[in-house]
T-cell receptor, first 114, second 115 residues
């Protein structure tokens, strides 16, 4: 079945860039997503990338997709204390959309050092 | 953007009682909604897929008689945890799928504590 892997923890200093990595196995993924979960809250869709794109930038966020290696990354520039959260990588395994649930990674806990 | 409202945000109940959690899509119609469970420091586990007007599809290992799902309208799905036990204590999150099937928006989550 589909599998999405992420590192469990990442620690960065405030002001530095954070890079959260994700690998996935399903080559038919149409969209790949990054979600943010703050403590005790639900998930918030941060950004997404379509599988025919290599890069997408949205303010401080940059998503890079290497489809050949099935590797997705999220770069957060100028990391702030408010960025402290768990970041989930997710893929939509159904080509062309569908009613299947997304497949999530276990989440990367981003820890900001002052 | 699309909003999904989940209620309540937290609930404490006694063992043996039932708890109902609501998931509403506020500004779009959701034919399909999903219910997830999250254990501490773990990822989301899909429990079931809820389709409007039909029976929910449960993932392997999830007891359908214990976790009752009702998707009575295009904007509301409910999850009822029946005869709750302390091991059911967890964070439950719903998500609603847009009509294109590509976007899933999440509720705020419900922290259930069974004492």
């Amino acid at each position: 079945g589909e599998d999405v892997e992420q590192s469990l923890f990442l620690s960065v200093r405030e002001g530095d860039s954070s890079v959260i990595n994700c690998t996935y196995t399903d080559s038919s993924s149409t969209y790949l997503y990054w979600y943010k979960q703050e403590p005790g809250a639900g998930l918030q869709l941060l950004t997404y990338i379509f599988s025919n794109m290599d890069m997408k930038q949205d303010q401080r966020l940059t998503v890079l997709l290497n489809k050949k290696d099935k590797h997705l990354s999220l770069r957060i520039a100028d990391t702030q204390t408010g960025d402290s959260a768990i970041y989930f990588c997710a893929e939509n395994p159904t080509l062309g959309g569908g009613a299947d649930g997304l497949t999530f990674g276990k989440g990367t806990h981003l820890i900001i050092q002052p | 953007g699309a909003v999904v409202s989940q209620h309540p945000s937290w609930v404490i109940c006694k063992s043996g009682t039932s708890v109902k959690i609501e998931c509403r899509s506020l500004d779009f119609q959701a034919t399909t909604m999903f219910w997830y469970r999250q254990f501490p420091k773990q990822s989301l586990m899909l429990m079931a897929t809820s389709n409007e007007g039909s029976k929910a599809t449960y993932e392997q290992g999830v007891e359908k008689d214990k976790f009752l799902i009702n998707h009575a309208s295009l904007t509301l799905s409910t999850l009822t945890v029946t005869s709750a036990h302390p091991e059911d204590s967890s964070f439950y999150i719903c998500s609603a799928l847009t009509s294109t099937g590509l976007w899933a928006f999440f509720g705020q989550g419900t922290r259930l504590t069974v004492v």
